[in-house]
T-cell receptor
Framework: AQKVTQAQTEISVVEKEDVTLDCVYE???????LFWYKQPPSGELVFLIR??????QNEISGRYSWNFQKSTSSFNFTITASQVVDSAVYFCALSEVSTEMDSSYKLIFGSGTRLLVRP | KAGVTQTPRYLIKTRGQQVTLSCSPISGHRSVSWYQQTPGQGLQFLFEYFSETQRNKGNFPGRFSGRQFSNSRSEMNVSTLELGDSALYLCASSFKAVASAGELFFGEGSRLTVL
């Protein structure tokens, strides 16, 4: 069965520290997508990144970087020089494609990691 | 470009009542998905609609239903509300219609409290 594990329930750092959020996934699919979303107090999930299973190249976007390793089924997210505005709940998710419903898929979310960045 | 709009943002119901939540996707998006978020179960998939057809459904009882209109707007309905239905209900829209797992754009959600 598809599963996403975010073992870190809550992380607290001081501003300007680097922080890594861990994500481990389980899937039998050979083709799949991994996502990271940010959920600020307003509630909406903000898309951060999508990575397909064939692209293991790490990605950097400003202070954000992602490390995808198929060998360990991990897709970790690092924030460099954290800021107070980074405080939020971060979710890792895995796509599950329906084999019965035409072209439909759903996201399997991890339980989320609450990040608190203190000034 | 307007984002995903969900109404109402907050509502309070009592057990046994029914509720209808509305979602207007981003213009041009034809796929609408619904997710339930609770402290205990986290984010769970409810269903997905594309071109007025339900293409996928999560493991929820029949009390949870939905539909999509020709303009892609979607509604979900929960009948005979139970205390455990208290949750944040999130709607997401996507442009991609094929199984390439396109980016989902989420609304701010409808927070339902059942008393």
């Amino acid at each position: 069965a598809q599963k996403v594990t975010q073992a870190q329930t809550e992380i607290s750092v001081v501003e300007k520290e680097d922080v890594t959020l861990d994500c481990v996934y389980e899937t039998r699919d050979t083709t799949y997508y991994l996502f990271w979303y940010k959920q600020p107090p307003s509630g909406e999930l903000v898309f951060l990144i999508r990575r397909n299973s064939f692209d293991e190249q790490n990605e950097i976007s400003g202070r954000y970087s992602w490390n995808f390793q198929k060998s360990t089924s991990s897709f970790n997210f690092t924030i460099t020089a954290s800021q107070v505005v980074d405080s939020a709940v971060y979710f890792c998710a895995l796509s599950e494609v329906s084999t019965e419903m035409d072209s439909s898929y759903k996201l399997i979310f991890g339980s989320g990691t609450r990040l608190l960045v203190r000034p | 470009k307007a984002g995903v709009t969900q109404t109402p943002r907050y509502l309070i119901k009592t057990r046994g009542q029914q509720v209808t939540l509305s979602c207007s996707p981003i213009s041009g998006h034809r796929s609408v998905s619904w997710y339930q978020q609770t402290p205990g179960q986290g984010l769970q998939f409810l269903f997905e609609y594309f071109s007025e057809t339900q293409r996928n459904k999560g493991n929820f009882p029949g009390r949870f239903s939905g539909r999509q209109f020709s303009n892609s707007r979607s509604e979900m309905n929960v009948s005979t509300l139970e205390l455990g239905d208290s949750a944040l209900y999130l709607c997401a829209s996507s442009f991609k219609a094929v199984a390439s797992a396109g980016e989902l754009f989420f609304g701010e959600g409808s927070r339902l409290t059942v008393l």
